[in-house]
């Protein structure tokens, strides 16, 4: 069959239905099979048969090219879901050391696939972990958190995901103490086995000074996770709160791992030792010497050495703290604060609670009931700065939350501790 012959570019703009621009264009850019009579500056003539031949290979690239897409997109998906996972599993076992890494998973999660709601979760508890444990600058962590969080609001997930999250947030920055234990109340009745959500109501508990509900809850967190190394140390700070120094060193004992430089067993045996100075002195130089990059146990050395007159050295452990935060960064202000306490400061060691109550640092939570700042109360901004973070009046009871005397818990953990032959 003789091929039908289109002999202008108007017959061929007539063919396919558009300009004579665009199917010049085509013809330049695209290969729109066109020829000349005599060369490139002849007449054009084109053949139907060749138009749409060039129209099909175009719609069979294009498939293709859909193809290659949809499988980069869908490997993309995976691997996002890939990284997600092993953060979560990572997350299980949470430490001071470990939360970058974990972060990091979460960040490269989503940077593959943004719609990871499991990653945008993640990415939001991480960045609070590492905010309240004085890892970020509350000025990067809480907008990349609240940030996550909206970003889930235009996705499918579960609901339950966000909400401990957002208790943490309120418990910690907004200082909105009813709606955080609500928050947490509302997780661990869907998800009891969150130690995070548990953890975080036992927090809420010491903000409003209930110590008793503080330790049954971080108790139970550690026993949801009880390889998770900020449990540890947050179960050691309640009993030593409760002013149970005895039983702080038994559990320190049975507990203590590789020491982060945040609310860690060995930061707590510090404080506890810090009861009785002159007795525990020469154990608190040699703790600080052998986690010289530990910045709780310089500052109870510090408060130590002003308590027994040598204002040298606690003026000496003070400098070493200061220039380790410096460039107005608010994290590590607890053990400045205490730090301060040691050479008299008052007014310094209150303004660094303010930037630790303004970071979300953890240590926050316990300003009312800390021995260590015993010399305080009574300091009208103090004073202040503690009706900042809760009172009686916040306390919310939570039909979920067990009623156990804190005996039974003994009790379970001398029975666990036997059966593991852990050293008392």
Known sequence: MRKKRLDSWKAIAEFLGRSLRTVQRWQ?????????????????FAYEEEIDAWIAGLAERAGTGRAVGEDKLEEAKRTSRELSVSADSMWQIR????????????????DHDSTNAAALIG????????????????????????????????????????????AWIDLLYDRELWRARAGFGEVLSKRPSSSFARVGLAMSSLAIGDVEDAIENSWEAWQLDPLAA?????????????????????????????????????????????????KNISRLEFAAQIQPNNDFLHGVLAYSYGVLGKEH????????????????????SYPRAVAALGIGDERQ????????????SI????????????????????EKLLRSIGS???????????KRNIGSLQQEFDSISADCNCPH
């Open 95 to 110: 430490s001071i050391k470990s939360i970058r890494t974990i972060s990091h998973l979460y960040h490269s999660a989503i």
């Open 313 to 332: 050295q606690a003026r000496e452990e003070c400098e070493f703290l200061r220039r380790r935060t410096e460039y107005g960064k608010t994290t590590r």
């Open 28 to 44: 330049h850019l695209n290969g729109l099979p066109v020829h000349h009579f005599g060369g490139q500056k002849g007449s054009v």
């Open 230 to 278: 900020s449990l540890r140390g947050i179960l050691c700070w309640c009993v030593y709160l409760r002013g149970d120094l005895g039983r702080v060193f038994d559990l320190v004992g049975q507990l203590r791992g590789l020491e982060d430089n945040g609310i860690s067993a060995g930061a707590i045996e510090a404080l506890a030792l810090a009861q009785d100075i002159p």
């Open 363 to 382: 240590w926050s939570l316990g300003l009312g009931l800390d021995p260590i700042l015993r010399s305080l109360r009574g300091n009208p901004e103090f």
């Open 123 to 166: 990415l939001a508890n991480a960045s609070i972990f590492g905010s309240m444990n004085d890892v970020m600058d509350a000025a990067i962590a809480v907008p990349l958190a609240r940030g996550a969080l909206r970003r889930l609001m235009s996705l499918e997930f579960d609901p339950v995901g966000p909400k401990c999250p957002s």
């Open 349 to 360: 060691a209150i303004s660094c609670l303010e930037a630790a109550c303004f970071q979300g």
């Open 392 to 402: 009686q009046e916040n306390l919310v009871t939570l039909p979920l939350t067990l």
